[in-house]
């Protein structure tokens, strides 16, 4: 039934979004999904024609009934008697609209969404309208907007598209006409070598008859075909040439037409650039191969052009090629245009294939220089001595190894660490003293990384030693303990033993876990500390450390002398003329040591003999020499009295020197303790360090605060009353040793001022009484004076302000830094002396001491060195040497023990005795 527009019972609606029915359901209200759908149906099925004309008012007047749609069609009038949604929702557009229809004359999908609001519909559903609406002309106007192709791809894309795609064409075609020719001009060669063949054996049957013999393929004929074949080279050639060119000069628009445009997809040209950066990075041969392939391709083309323009063979023209690339003078003998135009591209391309070949093999020995220069290279050596790490204390240690190989003729030491190699080179050609024939060699790299491990030879090596870092002590143990990881994977094992130079004992129980039996440790801060102690209490005694142990003179060794076995330990002390034995390795007890063991103690097989020495191959056992000890004149215990020790600073450990030294004090002894930490703050820092107060039996503690180079704060101490005064590198400072010296050396310096002007003037004033010198009558004599009424300590962590200190002969030092390096260098060449040297340190046990000489001896008494030995002995003590009255160092492992001397009471001797 048809709909009129001016029908009275169905009046227009003055909605004029007519054209989109609110009530379609194909596009309903707040679905963008399903708006774009409907709108994509209605693309596709849509009779309306779209137009580009220019917009026009839309006048709602009467229509002519016959021109309308007819009820039941998918338009919707919005009217009273229109069709229900179902039912518009279910018929299908009409086929066609004439494009000429007068209805339709300048429309556009254009949608005005106010009259709903003007009648007043409700703001909700006008909004909603309003939206579905907008929603989908934008869909309209970008479906206008990609089209298709004509709107995919812009016209210079296509026509450019076009000429590629013909090219390859074209270039296809050539190619399959160029083999088709190749193959007819074989097959024409076999043919004229078949009928020569024929053409023999008949003349030799005399059938030939020269008037019926035909020539297979006629001169003309060859010719046009040796010519067709020939441009079909040329024209080869250059297409191989161009193809690739124009390919790449295309590949980003060629990948953007067969990718949508929306598309996030990487360009072709972005992936073959990235693939050939790979490819370049990644494999090592991938630099000689493209020069081999770009070479081959240059000869490939080079020929086919030449066979195109010369009248050569194929094989011919690819020689004549060759010697165009090798030889850039040989093109100077081509005759005619082509064959010039030819020669000169093959001479130009081979020139820029021997300049990538220069510039190859000029990277190539580049590269290997500074893979040497930084180095990179792998060590091949073994039983070498390898060091991990960098640090102040390296200088003192190389000497120390080169000393040690001195005997050898000279060792090997190779040094790792995460520092260029030039400027380790640089710092090790500064040090000042000799290497005696030791070579160092110098890499680059991490002690983490295994791969850099195994580059210098670690599996080889004859001891590793691993340094600790300068900075915080905690991350300096925590990087030592992840190199002992590092040494103990490594795959092939190891042939010698780990040294690990740690800063804080209470790491050394984890890196021994770790490393097992591998692993000897030396606690560089408990050391000096122990070293320090022993030193104030007996001043002296820092020099003969340093003689022990350096190698410089006499250290220990140990080793077996099977001449010796049944013999007493009493009898092998005096069968060494050029050695001081001074325990015994028992093999009984599992390799224990025994420092100074009992007199009646037997060697027995497979038992090592400990000595100090000069070197390993300077002692021998010889016969026993006739010796009578005698008598000591008189036996007594030295009594302890109460000392009066001042700490200058606060030390990282020092709650374990308060515990070791009061374990060698006498009671009632007093430690003040004077720094800059608050007092309210110190116990609990003791406390946490692991210090109990309960266990103090012969200290107390007395606390003042102040700075330690400031000079009223030192003047508020009782500076002339201690026994000892030990000035710390402070814990505030130790990161820097320069300017912890400093601080030092300052400390030392108002601390001897300050005690020279407190002294008595006859005190002072002792020229006539003492020998003229250099620093009579200076400050710095009085500050000797002052030296004779008390001992102080400093803690120098550089070697070099050590002469300083040797000079002024103010006070009786210790060079940490050093110290640590020697007792490193020695464990690394014997791994045993470590726990020589650990008894040594400890509360308990053997320790090293000086006693005055009229213990063992007379006034005037005439004796060698043998029997004092042996008067030792009555001592439970082992004398290793002696300091004369006139002497300023000790000497340690005299040469000629049997050679007798009247001694004096103001001589010392130098003994290993056990602790009181």
Partial sequence: MAMSLDSESSPPALNRDWFFSATNPSFPSGSAGNVNRGQKARRKSSAFPVTEWASKPYLREARPQQRLPTAGTWM??????STSPATSAATEPPAAIPRGDLRYAGLRRKVRFDTRE???????????SAVTNEMVAE?????????????????????????????ALVLLCFTSVLQKNF??????????DQLSKQKLRLQKCDLYDPEYYVEAVPPVTSYLLQKSLKNSALFASLAMLCFPLLVLRHLDKISRFWKSSDSEEISLNKQLAYKVDVFLSVYPFSKP???????????????????????????????????????SGNHANSVGTGPKLVSVSITFGGMLIFAMMLGLVSDAISEKFDSLRKGRSEVIEKNHTLILGWSDKLGSLLNQLAIANENLGGGIVVVMAERDKEEMELDIAKMEFDFRGTSVICRSGSPLILADLKKVSVSKAHAIIVLAEDGNADLSDARALRTVLSLTGVKDGLKGHIVVELSDIDNEVLVKLVGGDLVETVVAHDVIGRLMIQCARQPGLAQIWEDILGFENCEFYIKKWPQLYGLQFEEVLISFPDAVPCGIKVSALGGKIILNPDDHYVLQEEDEVLVIAEDDDTYAPSTLPKVYGGHLPRDFTIPKSPEKILFCGWRRDIEDMIMVLDAFLAPESELWMFNEVPESDREKKLIDGGLDFIRLENISLVHREGNAVIRRHLESLPLESFDSILILADESVEDSAMQADSRSLATLLLIRDIQARRLPFKEAMVSHIHPVSFFQGSWIGEMQQASDNSVIISEILDPRTKNLLTMSKISDYVLSNELVSMALAMVAEDRQINDVLEELFAEEGNEMQIRSSDLYLREEEELNFYEIILRGRQRKEIVIGY????????????????????????????VITVKD
């Fill in 289 to 327: 191969l493209t020069l081999l392939l770009a070479t081959l391709l240059l000869l490939c083309l080079g020929g086919l052009a030449l066979f195109g323009v010369t009248d050569g063979t194929l094989a011919d023209c690819m020689w004549l090629s060759w010697t165009y690339v090798a030889d």
């Fill in 76 to 81: 919707s009038f919005g009217s009273s008697v």
């Fill in 118 to 128: 003007e009648k007043g519909e409700g703001k909700g559903a006008g909004d909603a």
């Fill in 183 to 192: 193959l007819l001009n074989i097959q024409v060669n076999l043919l004229q």
């Fill in 883 to 910: 300091r004369l009255a006139d002497a300023e160092r000790a000497v340690i492992n005299p040469p000629a023990k049997d050679a007798r001397r009247k001694w004096s009471y103001k001589d010392v001797f130098i």
């Fill in 139 to 167: 869909a309209a106007s970008e479906g206008r907007r990609k089209g298709f192709w004509a709107r995919l791809v812009d016209r210079r894309m296509r026509v450019q598209v076009s000429v590629a795609i013909f090219a």
